[in-house]
């Protein structure tokens, strides 16, 4: 008799903790208090809109800005004398054709990038431009006072991080500025040297995420995170060949969409007031498919093609 008695206890506490979560997972605001965010970003440029110009260059963004971008996504390292350059790889091989790491030369001694670069997320697709030099950080700051920029730092150094840290507080943009970097222990350091700034989810706080979602944990967990940034799956193994064998397998790349893409996950950030932001969607079926599954904002390296599309669809 005590152990019908227990289980149904246990019954009933579970039915009401799933009730509890469901409700709660749609509307958040009854124990969170909603994000307010500097910036809201529709159209984002990857690499400053690598698909159009030459990734990470200064005729990029302007570029990106003059079709109407909303934020630039960019990567950051450090020269060997201590500049901040706007450069995605750490070894210059297949951004310039000189196999040298950025932080083994002086920036006055950076090579020029090719004449043409492959897009990444858009295999046989080529930026050109007439600009070739790679960026300092200061001068993106300078030209674009106003946007929102995205800035994914690329080596875990103290020194990096800190000049990154002290450009933004010199251009008065923290609130405008997002920390991004996939590697968690990294990010710890970044938000450790500037609190103030936005930052995104780390690949580890991605996955805890996910479990909370799917264990029903997440609407009672408070969430530092002021945007998600992800792929959307389906550019996998289509227009972006990944270098991690196991997303080569299309099986799993379809799996990874549909644990990850669920509409009432995503909404659930953005009524938390956070920005979700699919990446890199170089097609308007690609753009029509993330804004479908509750994204705020599209990563694209094609940022007129975007332009172009959000015209036709504004925001409801």
């Known amino acids: 008799m005590e152990s019908e008695t227990g289980v149904a206890l246990l019954i009933v506490a579970v039915g009401f903790y799933i009730l509890c979560s469901f409700y709660l997972l749609h509307n958040p605001l009854i124990l969170h208090k909603k994000k307010r965010v500097a910036f809201c970003s529709r159209h984002i440029s ?9 990734e990470n260059t200064m005729e990029a963004f302007a570029h990106a800005v003059n079709v ?3 934020m630039l996504e960019l990567d950051c390292h450090l020269t060997l004398d201590g500049y901040v350059v706007v450069c995605h790889d750490k070894n210059l091989e297949r951004q310039t054709g000189s196999n040298v790491d950025v932080s083994l030369v002086k920036f006055q001694d950076l090579p ?22 790679i960026a300092l950080l200061e001068d993106v700051f300078k030209r674009f006072p106003k946007i929102a920029i995205n800035i994914e730092v690329k080596q ?6 800190r000049k990154v840290s002290s450009l933004v507080k010199k251009y008065d943009r923290e609130g405008i500025t997002v920390w991004a970097t996939e ?3 990294i990010m710890a350091k970044c938000r450790k040297q500037n609190p103030f700034m936005p930052y995104s989810f780390t690949a580890r706080r991605v996955i805890l995420l996910l479990v909370l979602y799917y264990t029903g944990f997440l609407p ?11 792929y959307l799956p389906r550019v996998i193994n289509r227009s ?10 299309n099986f799993v790349v379809s799996l ?6 669920r509409k009432s996950l995503l909404e659930h950030l953005v009524k938390r007031g956070m920005q979700v932001q699919l990446f890199v969607c170089n097609n308007q079926e690609d753009m029509a498919a993330a804004f479908a599954f509750g994204a705020t904002g599209v990563m694209t390296d094609y940022p007129t093609m975007l332009s172009d599309y959000l015209q036709k669809h504004p925001a409801v």
């Open 46 to 54: 990857h690499r400053g809109g690598a698909g159009e110009k030459i």
């Open 68 to 70: 109407g971008t909303e």
């Open 112 to 133: 020029l990038y090719r004449k043409k670069l492959e897009v990444t997320f858009s295999v046989g697709q080529y930026g050109k431009g007439e600009d070739r030099r």
């Open 156 to 161: 875990d150094s103290d020194e990096l991080i």
């Open 183 to 185: 590697d968690s222990h």
């Open 220 to 230: 009672f967990c408070p969430l530092g995170e002021s945007l998600l940034q992800f």
């Open 240 to 249: 972006y060949i990944p270098e991690e064998f196991f997303l080569k397998n």
């Open 256 to 261: 990874i969409e549909k644990l990850t893409m």
